[in-house]
Antibody, heavy 116, light 107 residues
Framework: EVQLVESGGGLVQPGGSLRLSCAAS????????MNWVRQAPGKGLEWVSV???????YYADSVKGRFTISRHNSKNTLFLQMNSLRAEDTAVYYC??????????WGQGTLVTVSS | DIQMTQSPSSLSASVGDRVTITCRAS??????LNWYQQKPGKAPNLLIY???SLQSGVPSRFSGSGSGTDFTLTISSLQPEDFAVYYC?????????FGQGTKLEIK
């Protein structure tokens, strides 16, 4: 059974940093297209970033230059390093597997709150 | 970037009703269109992929159609557990944009 478990969320001050983790079981992170998707409180879904199986990465314009997606193959874990955080980055962050063009597995989400 | 526009933004309906939600892409995306259901406090759940294919385990009352720029999600007979928010999403290219969501409420 595929399972994705996020961790690392919390309260951080504007300008601060946070690293999110997504531990996977039941499939191999490095062989899949792994994504971060976020949802601000009471708002819709916003795609954030993807890392392809070949290692290529892409980012939403809203986070480009501030966030970095990566993976640790032996730990089968996905990461999102978030720097220079802003109030508008406050959201629940989900990791999700993009399989044949669809997000078919999602984690439960981890809440990031950026506030002084 | 490809913009995804859903309509309506909210919808009131009764158990047993047939409802349709539409999604329009700002450019042709072939059939690279997925639909998700999200309930409060939960992660989204994939319902339909590739515009019209039913995800395993999803009830057959859900169906999708369309190609190019115009797509629809139809629920043939609403059940109490279907009241939720629905999102379309394109996977034609990055950024993998979502529609703004349609909140389906009980009338």
């Amino acid at each position: 059974e595929v399972q994705l478990v996020e961790s690392g969320g919390g309260l951080v001050q504007p300008g601060g940093s946070l690293r999110l983790s997504c531990a996977a079981s039941g499939f191999i992170v490095s062989s899949n297209y792994m994504n971060w998707v976020r949802q601000a409180p009471g708002k819709g879904l916003e795609w954030v970033s993807v890392i392809y199986s070949g290692g290529g990465t892409y980012y939403a314009d809203s986070v480009k230059g501030r966030f970095t997606i990566s993976r640790h193959n032996s730990k089968n874990t996905l990461f999102l390093q978030m720097n220079s955080l802003r109030a508008e980055d406050t959201a629940v962050y989900y990791c999700a597997n993009l399989h044949h063009g669809r997000f078919d597995h999602w984690g439960q989400g981890t809440l990031v709150t950026v506030s002084s | 970037d490809i913009q995804m526009t859903q309509s309506p933004s909210s919808l009131s309906a009764s158990v047993g009703d047939r409802v349709t939600i539409t999604c329009r892409a700002s450019q042709s995306i072939s059939n690279y269109l997925n639909w998700y259901q999200q309930k409060p406090g939960k992660a989204p759940n994939l319902l339909i992929y590739a515009a019209s294919s039913l995800q395993s385990g999803v009830p057959s009352r859900f169906s999708g159609s369309g190609s190019g720029t115009d797509f629809t999600l139809t629920i043939s007979s609403l059940q109490p557990e279907d009241f939720a928010v629905y999102y379309c999403q394109q996977s034609y290219g990055t950024p993998y944009t979502f529609g703004q969501g349609t909140k389906l409420e009980i009338k």
